[in-house]
């Protein structure tokens, strides 16, 4: 017979429908003192079927919260120069407390130089280094979307992170690098970070007491990577496609979830782990930008 253990379940969704809650009560307030309502301006360039995806989840969230919200698209041709103009157009616009830039963009347009291009203090998704600086400081600006929410299920699932190894799989400027800097200056971890030039990845995974993989590798993790006891966190979204899927596709997590929860203190599921709760940060950080502008 096989041994089965107990793992608790993070349920990012039910965590994003919690935050979401209270968001919606601080709109409500809001309008009750007839202050404004927070307006989210969101970017899209191109037809990615993913960013659409992610897109409409974020205009959904919107309206269920109450903000105003406003999409542009423009096609995958648009110059960078003329991308910079409309940025600069809603940077200007005071009806608008916060927008984002859906990533991924063309190749002939920089990411680097767009987001430069936002107001840090519009900038909701917390990817200029401006806001990206202020993780380090007492006082954080906005802060990166996914990472404050990973934050936010370790804090709200009592995950004690003090003086825990921690171990990041992934580097990214939008995930690992941020959480890094996060788990240090407020989880007081210990933290180390992998990417593809990492000699024996396993030998690394297999100290975490809390596992974070942000790498869009399907199966990357598998059950002889992680601790016994391991609290893990996948990050990983990936579209696979196959004529079984509903819709044509499944999302997939980086860690095979099947082998790999049964040896978990805790585990996200994908989807319903990070995803909501990336959308739920980013709905705080836009209130927070407009009490910011709009006191
Ligand atoms: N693409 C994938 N994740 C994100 C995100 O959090 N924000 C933006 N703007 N683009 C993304």
Redesign the pocket.
Known sequence: MTETKDYTLIDGRKVSIDIKAEISAKVAERKKLNKKVPHLAIILVGDDGA?QT?VDYKVKACKEVGFHYTMMRFADTISEEKLMKHIDHVNNDEDVDGF?????LPAHISVEKITEKIRSDKDV?G?TNHNFGSIISKNPLLL???PFGIMELLRRYNIETQGKNCVIVGASR?VGAPLSMMLVQQGHATVTICHKYTVDLKSITQQADILVVAVGKPGLITADMVKEGAAVIDVGTTRVEGPQFKNGYSLKGDVEFKDVSPKCSFITPVPGGVGPM?IAS?LLNTLKAAENLNP
Do not use: E, K, R, W
Not at 100 to 104: A, D, K, N, R, T
């Open positions: 960013s992610y984002i830039v859906q990533l991924p998704d990817f990166p979307a996914t939008l990336t980013l």
